[in-house]
C-alpha cells in the first residue's frame, strides 16, 4: 500500500458489487479503467448480518491480478482469520473497532504478516474509540453506512469524522471513506481529508467503468483545487 501514497486520491472498487459470474472480465474492465487498487468486503453474518466471501474466493481472484488488494474485514473474530487474509495475497487488513476494543496488538500481528494494517468505525462510533492506536495504523477508515450492505445512501456523519481523524493522521497514512460514495458525495468527502475512496454501485452500476472512475476523480479534482 505504501507504493500508492503518492498516486492519491485513489479509487478503490468494492469487489462486493463485481459480478462474480463474470469476475475476470470485470477485473479487466476495473484495469483498463486504471483502478489503482481492489477493495474486498468480508462479511461473517455474524459481525453484520450478511455473508460476502472469504479468503478462498481471494486467492482465486489474487491469481487473476496483480493490483493490491485492500480487505476489509466485517467479522466478530479477525485475530482468528488475518493470517488467513495474509496468505491469500492481501496488501492490506482492516479491522473494526467494534469488534477488537484493543487492537493494538493485532494490528501488529498484521504488520509481521506482511500487510498493512488499518482501523475502521462504524457511523455511531465516536473517532475517541480509536485514538490511541492511529499511529500504529497505515489505513484508517470511516464507515459512511452501516455495514453489511451495499447501495445504502451516505450519512453526512462520517464527514465531521473525517476531519477530525485527518488532523490526527501523518501523510503517509491513508484517510478512506466506505458507503454511498458517488459523483454526489465524492467532492465532499475529498473536502474533508479523504484521500482513498470506496465505490461500489458508482462503478459497477455503470456501463463505462473508466467513464465512471474517471468522473469521480474529476469531482474530487473539481471539488478540491
Not at 500508492?4 to 459470474?21: E, Q, T, V, W
Not at 496468505?87 to 509481521?112: F, M, Q, S, Y
Request: charged content about 25%; glycine content about 8%; proline content about 6%.
Amino acid at each position: 500500500m505504501k507504493s500508492l501514497l503518492g498516486k492519491r486520491p485513489l479509487i478503490a472498487p468494492s469487489m462486493l458489487k463485481c459480478d462474480f459470474a463474470n469476475l475476470q472480465a470485470d477485473i479487466e474492465k476495473l484495469e483498463a479503467a486504471h483502478a489503482p487498487l481492489l477493495h474486498m468486503d468480508v462479511m461473517d453474518g455474524h459481525f453484520v448480518p450478511n455473508l460476502s466471501y472469504g479468503a478462498l474466493v481471494i486467492e482465486r481472484i489474487r491469481k487473476c491480478t496483480e493490483l493490491p488488494f485492500d480487505a476489509h474485514l466485517m467479522i466478530s473474530d479477525p485475530e482468528k482469520y488475518y493470517q488467513d487474509y495474509a496468505n491469500a495475497g492481501c496488501d492490506a487488513i482492516t479491522i473494526h473497532i467494534e469488534a477488537v476494543p484493543e487492537p493494538g496488538e493485532l494490528l501488529e500481528k498484521i504488520r509481521a504478516a506482511g500487510c498493512s494494517p488499518g482501523l475502521v468505525l462504524n457511523p455511531d462510533t465516536p473517532v475517541e474509540a480509536i485514538k490511541p492506536w492511529i499511529s500504529i495504523c497505515d489505513l484508517v477508515l470511516v464507515m459512511s453506512v452501516n455495514p453489511g450492505f451495499g447501495g445504502q445512501k451516505f450519512m453526512p456523519v462520517a464527514l465531521d469524522k473525517l476531519s477530525a481523524i485527518k488532523e490526527l493522521l501523518r501523510d503517509d497514512q491513508f484517510l478512506s471513506i466506505d458507503g454511498g460514495v458517488a459523483l454526489e458525495t465524492i467532492g465532499e468527502c475529498a473536502q474533508h481529508g479523504a484521500d482513498l475512496f470506496v465505490c461500489g454501485s458508482s462503478i459497477f452500476d455503470q456501463a463505462d467503468y473508466s467513464e465512471a472512475v474517471s468522473g469521480l476523480l474529476a469531482e474530487i479534482d473539481h471539488k478540491t483545487r
